[in-house]
């Protein structure tokens, strides 16, 4: 699933080709991506003509197209969902699921969804911040973010302190690739128990992550094969910079010794044996 920085550069793409825009037509090509829209494809797509978009916005790894009447799409890009423009009349790229047209005749916005593990929906009054996603945490990013209260929160718990980076209701935009990340860095395990952490070792993971996502924005976020690119396509590449995740086998950059993969809550986890030694409580 897309992490924070792969999820800001596809809002920041859409923000020129939505925001201001007044949708002119909407066209369900496959009824699966727009599931979470209780009322059916065609409700979906009625009820959204003639509307038009303010500023995409984002918390975490969560995407919002607010409407300036006040209601929004919901977007859950899931494992594979994108969005593309094209010149109206360009042939859909492959499995293009969604599409958007405007009153201005310019470019069109399409939802494309290999696996159509994600999709759109119609969040009433959700402009400012949806409902259904109200209960997630802020980002690094936030204006707003309040790092001592995650310090207090991330301290507070019995949980590992990798398992407290990918709670999306501790602190938002964090997955498996920049928690990987983040923990090498900081020189720590993902098994830590968040109790045992000082504060400023609470701080300085978090600011690796921060550091970690920012870096990874830089250059359009994390790809490994075709299923997230940008609005124009393009993939992002700071695969090229990864210094745990998905490197076993590779030496350490910091010490040489080779990184292992090891299992963690039912998915990988990449560490260093000797920058990030197992502590002596777990969780």
């Given at each position: 699933?897309?992490e924070?920085p792969?999820?800001?550069?596809?809002?920041?793409?859409?923000?020129r080709?939505?925001?201001?825009?007044?949708?002119s037509?909407?066209?369900?090509?496959?009824?699966r991506?727009v599931?979470r829209?209780?009322?059916?494809p065609?409700?979906?797509?009625?009820t959204?003509?003639?509307?038009?978009?303010?500023e995409?916005?984002?918390r975490?790894?969560?995407?919002?197209?607010?409407?300036?009447d006040g209601?929004?799409i919901?977007?859950h890009l899931?494992?594979s969902?994108?969005?593309?423009t094209?010149?109206?009349g360009v042939p859909?790229?492959?499995?293009?699921?969604?599409r958007?047209?405007?009153?201005?005749?310019g470019?069109?916005?399409?939802f494309?969804?290999?696996?159509?593990f994600g999709?759109?929906?119609?969040?009433v009054?959700?402009a400012?911040?949806?409902?259904e996603?109200?209960h997630?945490?802020?980002?690094?990013?936030?204006?707003?973010?309040d790092?001592d209260?995650?310090?207090?929160?991330?301290r507070s718990?019995?949980?590992?302190?990798?398992r407290l980076?990918?709670?999306?209701?501790?602190?938002s935009g964090?997955?498996n690739?920049?928690?990987d990340?983040?923990?090498?860095r900081a020189?720590?395990?993902?098994?830590?128990?968040?109790r045992?952490?000082?504060?400023?070792?609470?701080l300085g993971l978090?600011?690796?992550?921060?550091?970690v996502?920012?870096?990874?924005?830089?250059v359009?976020?994390?790809?490994?094969?075709?299923?997230?690119?940008n609005?124009?396509?393009?993939?992002?590449?700071?695969?090229?910079?990864l210094?745990?995740?998905?490197?076993?086998g590779?030496?350490?950059?910091r010490?040489?010794?080779?990184?292992?993969?090891?299992?963690f809550?039912?998915?990988?986890?990449?560490r260093?044996?000797?920058?990030?030694?197992?502590?002596r409580?777990?969780?």
């Amino acid at each position: 699933m897309p992490e924070l920085p792969e999820v800001e550069s596809v809002r920041t793409g859409l923000v020129r080709h939505l925001t201001g825009r007044t949708i002119s037509g909407v066209e369900v090509l496959h009824p699966r991506p727009v599931r979470r829209h209780l009322a059916g494809p065609a409700d979906f797509a009625v009820t959204l003509v003639g509307r038009e978009f303010a500023e995409p916005k984002r918390r975490g790894k969560y995407l919002w197209l607010p409407l300036v009447d006040g209601d929004a799409i919901l977007v859950h890009l899931g494992m594979s969902g994108q969005f593309r423009t094209a010149e109206p009349g360009v042939p859909d790229a492959r499995n293009t699921r969604v599409r958007f047209t405007f009153d201005d005749g310019g470019h069109e916005v399409r939802f494309v969804d290999q696996r159509m593990f994600g999709g759109l929906s119609v969040s009433v009054g959700g402009a400012e911040l949806p409902s259904e996603i109200a209960h997630i945490a802020r980002d690094p990013f936030d204006p707003d973010y309040d790092v001592d209260a995650v310090v207090r929160k991330i301290r507070s718990k019995h949980s590992a302190i990798k398992r407290l980076l990918l709670d999306q209701t501790v602190v938002s935009g964090i997955g498996n690739i920049y928690a990987d990340e983040a923990l090498w860095r900081a020189r720590l395990h993902y098994d830590k128990p968040g109790r045992t952490l000082t504060r400023p070792a609470a701080l300085g993971l978090l600011a690796a992550a921060k550091t970690v996502m920012a870096d990874a924005l830089e250059v359009g976020g994390t790809s490994f094969d075709a299923l997230y690119v940008n609005v124009n396509g393009e993939a992002g590449y700071f695969d090229r910079s990864l210094n745990a995740y998905g490197q076993e086998g590779l030496p350490c950059p910091r010490c040489g010794t080779p990184i292992v993969r090891e299992a963690f809550m039912n998915r990988s986890s990449f560490r260093c044996t000797r920058c990030q030694r197992r502590p002596r409580t777990t969780s």
